[in-house]
């Protein structure tokens, strides 16, 4: 078998290995009934237990009320775009945060259902930092206010929530759901697709307040409204049983390592070790406000593009994979979710303090 | 180990055991780059070879003409019942053939977006027939036809398939898709959930003509236009990166098996002789019309509710699960998709004749 590699890809993203084990040890026979999860109904006992233990624990994990439902949806936070906007916009008007390429597509689809007003952009020093939450222009009569909790492109974080009042906050947190604890109350519905610090690709976690089912809109093709998934606990359909049920091992995982503070004080140590290492250089250059670095995703540029691909290469070469940054912006992004080892962290600061002694 | 029972399950359904073997094989290391398939980015070069080789298999194995493409979406057949109408209906006519619980699913969205005209129904007998292909009642300027191609509740599937001239046919072929060669230059779409034949609950297969491509609605949620993920090869958001990987696996299994002609071979054997031990048999009673029997979901009654409980619950004790019919109908569905093996049909059918002896 080939060595493990350190993976810091952004997205589907690295995975416990203990989840990995225990979903390879019981592929063929879940449960001691001599099937895999992969071929069992979606109505048997079995599977049902899986769906409403991940429900459960990401409540317990993630300290969400009890007035807010817990939906395993399909679609990644893309379809999650449209469907806020087609579920709660209803041709009124939404404030949107501008943080970066995420906020930006989440726009775009809002724009298609209804007015889109921008309460804050970060556009004009290239995404770079989140808007100061305490200076939103808010729109009283919004339908939503809508933010991006983490750029993974631009490696930006919000640490501080805005106060919307009565309008409900709409967040997507799919680079970021479970990194930290935060204040879910404040939250009328959040969307995540899985595949960072949740599970694989192809399952889409919504944490939804009651309230909210009762404004969804009428008329919409049943698949779409969230109600329909609300009513049904997830099971209106053929659920992504594999991946629901990775999820599930996910959230045990998290239980077993002490939980989401555990698991956060983890994070922080990772981020700052590294931002440290940044910050103490002036070969490497961290892109983010040191105010808004995100715990995520820490994005870097070296002196040139030349260096920038020698470091991909060498670094792929030590046994590191997915350090590249986004196409659309180049540089260096380290990701380094829940699942990625404080060890591996020391190995790419070493690396790094190497590569800077050859190089500059 | 549990011992492996027979999986009649109607959906999510039993896959080969040498897919399931592969998978658990290269779980922890997928391609010799010591990393799980659930866990790479999926715009790596591993996956990207993943998602092409499942859309050239699949065109080779069920014979799809140049000009279709072949898209891997999430939200199963459920969404797709919105996604048809919501892209081609546009305030128009669609002919709709009444077959089932599945076929009044897919009504009941089109509804939201359009008229719709039922072209024949089979709803005054129960749904134990399919409409005669060569009668139906269509409206000469409909945007589309749309058939169920197999009805898993009551059992019945068509044999041949409707002359729609230039109205586009549109196919939910969800539970019987590739258990058969079928003439798909018939089809202007077909669409199918693919937790039948195809591998695991999660990802949707779309094979879609290039001229249908033009006419999607304008407008729409960009990820709820087949255009959108035409233009990027089912990469522009995230896919369902495990469940595609799958269909690839069965749909090379189908390859290594011989190919269609054979997979249709053995389901039509399979399927015959379950049909002629009901046939001869006073005491099993199957609910299909004789001419539009489905070779996927074999359904039948016994003599009375108590005595279906009892089958249920004694082929269970003998290693048999799923053979209860759907929840909406009762009596016994024995579901035998591509994967099930033909000694376990002989294991059925010597179980229900011992049954028939102890019971009659």
Chains 1, 2 share one sequence.
């Not at 804050?120 to 808007?131: G, L, M, R």
């Not at 939804?208 to 329909?228: K, P, V």
Request: aromatic share 10%; charged share 25%.
């Amino acid at each position: 078998m080939a060595e493990r590699p350190l993976n810091f890809y952004a997205g589907p993203a690295i995975l416990p290995l203990e989840v990995l084990r225990q979903a390879r040890e019981e592929l063929l026979d879940f449960n001691n009934n001599g099937l895999s999860i992969l071929e069992i109904s979606h109505r048997s006992k079995d599977y049902a237990a899986v769906n409403a233990a991940a429900e459960a624990d990401l409540k317990e994990v993630f300290s969400v009320p009890d007035n807010y439902r817990v939906l395993f949806l399909q679609g990644g936070a893309s379809l999650q775009f449209g469907m806020v906007p087609m579920n709660f916009l209803q041709g009124g008007k939404a404030d949107y945060v501008n943080t970066g390429a995420w906020a930006k597509k989440a726009i775009k689809e809002a724009k298609v259902f209804g007015q889109v007003h921008i309460a804050a952009s970060a556009e004009d020093k290239n995404f770079s930092y989140v808007p100061d939450p305490a200076g939103l222009d808010l729109t009283p009569d919004a339908r939503y206010v809508h933010i991006t909790s983490n750029e993974t492109i631009s490696g930006t974080q919000w640490n501080r929530y805005p106060d919307t009042g009565d309008v409900p906050l709409v967040a997507d947190m799919s680079s970021d759901i479970l990194c930290r604890k935060i204040p879910v109350e404040k939250f009328a519905l959040i969307y995540a697709g899985a595949q960072k610090n949740l599970g694989p690709a192809g399952v889409t976690v919504v944490i939804i307040r009651d309230d909210m089912l009762e404004l969804c809109a009428e008329g919409l093709t049943t698949m779409l409204s969230y109600r329909t998934h609300a009513e049904k606990d997830s099971l209106y359909n053929t659920p992504p049983v594999f991946s629901v049920y990775l999820v599930g091992l996910v959230l045990k995982w998290i239980k077993n390592q002490g939980g989401l503070a555990e698991i956060e004080s983890r994070n922080r140590e990772k981020a700052a070790r590294l931002y440290e290492t940044l910050d103490g250089s002036d070969f490497f250059r961290p892109t983010a406000a040191k105010k808004d670095r995100s715990l995520m995703n820490v994005t870097f540029r070296l002196p040139s593009e030349e260096l920038e691909a020698k470091f991909i290469a060498e670094s792929s070469g030590a046994g590191m994979v997915g350090l590249k940054g986004h196409r659309s912006v180049g540089g260096i992004r380290a990701s380094i979710y829940n699942a990625f080892p404080p060890e591996g962290v020391d190995k790419l600061i070493e690396f790094m303090k190497n590569f800077e002694k050859a190089n500059s």
